[in-house]
């Protein structure tokens, strides 16, 4: 995991960055088996944004992120809970003890993970029967809105390969049976988000992929959202088509 990738960013994607449906959170409760009593990984939890979600479910929530910055704007938003414990760690050493987890979620993170060595540390943490949660929310490739946000970003910035890490659910599948062994479940919720036109900016700046503002092509990108943001506003809000795609299954 390159550690370092958000560095300078935690304030920016704490703010920006969507939360998961509630229909999510109800499928981990009724269907993955996810009570109160489970202890949670969370791992690569950025600012805690799903760590939050999981935290107010009432489980005890080890929110594993290598990353100071976002680290420190967790900490401070989530350290009155007695169940956040925030741990400086990676996927691939979390640093957290044997058999001490039934849960490992990874919201958003996974494919900056060496894969082979997460699957290692995610043996090693779970208890027997233990289950590994991946989930992104990924923008609907069907959506006007979204192709022309993808062709700004291919302009712009260079390290754009697609949305989420370029994770397109199915078109991954033989990722997902590698690491899963071939058992794990999918669930596609719809998780429609809402923007102002500085929340609809702010929420692109948040990719790691984004220019600076010390970059020559800063001012022209934000120049361009804007105006896709005016083709698409309605009453002051632009509605992004968006998809939460879980992953849930075993590494045994």
């Known amino acids: 995991m ?29 269907d993955a088996g996810l009570s109160e009593d489970k202890i949670i990984a969370d791992v690569g939890s950025g600012t805690g944004i799903l760590t939050k979600q999981l935290i107010m479910e009432n489980n005890t929530v080890y ?29 691939e050493n979390t640093t957290l003890s044997n058999s001490c987890v039934d849960f490992i979620t990874v919201a958003q993170a996974f494919h900056w993970f060496d894969g082979a060595k997460f699957k290692e540390e995610c043996r090693r943490i779970l208890k027997p029967g233990g289950k590994v949660v991946l989930v992104w929310n990924s923008r609907d490739g069907k959506s006007s809105l979204v192709v022309e946000n993808d062709e700004i970003n291919r302009k712009y910035c260079p390290n754009f390969k697609g949305f989420s890490g370029a994770m397109r659910g199915a078109e991954n599948e033989s990722d997902f049976d590698h690491f899963f062994n071939g058992n794990y479940e999918i669930r596609v919720f719809k998780n429609n988000l809402k923007f102002d036109e500085q929340g609809f900016i702010g929420r692109n700046l948040s990719a790691s992929y984004a220019p600076k503002e010390t970059d020559g092509n800063y001012s022209s990108y934000v120049s361009e959202l804007k105006a896709l943001f005016d083709r698409y506003a309605e009453n002051g809000v632009v509605t992004m088509s968006n998809l939460t795609r879980s992953y849930v299954g075993s590494v045994v």
């Open 63 to 91: 929110a594993v992120e290598p990353n100071d910055d976002m680290r420190a704007v967790a900490e401070c938003d989530l350290s009155s809970y007695k169940n956040f414990i925030s741990v400086n760690g990676t996927a």
């Open 2 to 30: 390159n550690e370092n990738k958000f560095s300078g960013m935690g304030s920016i994607y704490s703010k920006y960055r969507p939360s998961y449906p509630a229909e999510f959170i109800d499928y981990l409760k009724n």
